[in-house]
């Protein structure tokens, strides 16, 4: 029984992380109408710069260093929205949109190499342990993904739900030229959007570091699995996003104790196979 809370814990974390990358999909494709084929390498980018530059060169202690990283990948991620995005937004093609989000990525990932190198590194000591709860040990990374996860998750909510930008950046994804009929700038608000996605690939990034090693292919799969997390959960829906990626993430933990571990990764390829087949629209994505 111990074991089984505690991949369940494991899955319910990973995929948080899955939900996160889908929820960073979903709202750059509601306010732009772009697929972001470079966000695993927001994520990458975001981790290096925690890791590489705040903690081990220059010495910022954890805490510090987080929002240090925030601001500089929400920084980021404003400039990439008017050097990228918004253009992008503009054209009549989506194939040179892809193309574009494609090249930033490549940009990113050069500009990694270059500045951090190629050799993978690791934080001693970030996020390690564990918590014992009853008979139960779980992973302090897992419980303070999961923690943390759930405080963006409801944060976002609130946040475009409640907030005067909130609701103007939903008004930008429904119709942006009726948004800007209504005096709604709908660069700023695309600008603030990346933005904000930025920042959860930072995050992602930073949560991850204590499971990966900090390297150059760290997001890759990542990137992929949020992918299909919110195909999964019905895509450009956040709660959908939320609802793929856990399901993605237990289904993986606990199909890994039927099949070689190895081949976990294939898991969550083949459930996004079977509802592309049976129910393309996802499981949430017809309810309003």
Not at 133 to 142: A, E, L, Q, Y
Not at 224 to 243: D, E, R, Y
Not at 261 to 274: A, E, G, M, N, P
Request: hydrophobic share 55%; with cysteine; glycine share 10%.
């Amino acid at each position: 029984m111990q074991v089984l809370i505690q991949l369940l814990i494991t899955g319910i974390a990973m995929g948080f992380i899955y939900a996160l990358v889908a929820i960073e999909y979903t709202i750059i494709w509601n306010a732009t109408g772009l697929l972001n084929f470079s966000h695993d390498k927001f994520i990458l980018f975001g981790a290096y710069m925690f890791a590489g530059t705040y903690v081990l060169s220059l010495g910022l202690p954890p805490v510090i260093a987080v929002l240090c990283t925030i601001i500089t990948m929400f920084l980021f991620g404003i400039v990439s929205a008017f050097v990228i995005f918004n253009p992008l937004s503009r054209l009549s093609t989506n194939l040179f949109a892809v193309i574009g989000t494609v090249i930033l990525g490549r940009i990113i990932t050069e500009a990694v190499r270059l500045i951090w190198g190629p050799l993978p590194f690791s934080l001693d000591g970030f996020l390690k342990g564990s918590y014992k709860i009853g008979s139960v040990v779980v992973s302090r990374s897992h419980v303070i993904i999961i923690l943390v996860c759930t405080l963006i998750t409801v944060s976002l909510q609130l946040f475009f739900k409640f907030t005067k930008t909130g609701k103007a950046m939903r008004c930008v994804s429904e119709n942006k030229t009726a948004a800007s009929l209504m005096g709604v700038n709908v660069s700023i608000n695309i600008a603030l959007t990346v933005g904000i996605s930025a920042v959860i690939c930072a995050i992602i990034g930073i949560l991850v570091v204590p499971i990966f090693n900090v390297e150059l292919q760290m997001s890759s799969m990542i990137g992929l699995k949020g992918f299909a997390s919110g195909v999964i959960g019905g895509f450009g829906h956040l709660p959908g996003a939320i609802l793929g990626g856990i399901l993605l993430g237990v289904v993986e933990i606990f199909g890994s104790m039927i099949i070689p571990s190895v081949y976990k990764d294939c898991l969550s390829f083949i459930l996004l196979i079977i509802f592309l087949l049976i129910k393309p629209s996802g499981l949430l994505r017809d309810r309003k």
